[in-house]
């Protein structure tokens, strides 16, 4: 879950959560992440900060969006 009391930004947990389910497994090459919306109301956190953890697991080569597909493992 997400810390609140963290120095660490909410995005930023979020996004080492998704990046230790991608690196374990859990979320495996070519599976289709969570929604935005999903991830928003499962973690109790504003879209945006859900697109902020996106991209920077975008940037670090880990997730791809498809446009009408959604949010994929990359692999």
Known sequence: MVNRGSV????????????AQIESGELAPGQRIPSVISLAQEYDLAPGTV?????????????????????????
């Open 8 to 19: 660490v930004p909410p995005w930023q947990q979020l996004a080492a959560i998704l990046r």
């Open 51 to 75: 697109r902020k953890a996106f991209g920077q697991l975008q940037q670090e080569g880990l997730i791809e969006s498809r446009v009408g597909w959604g949010t994929f493992v990359k692999g």
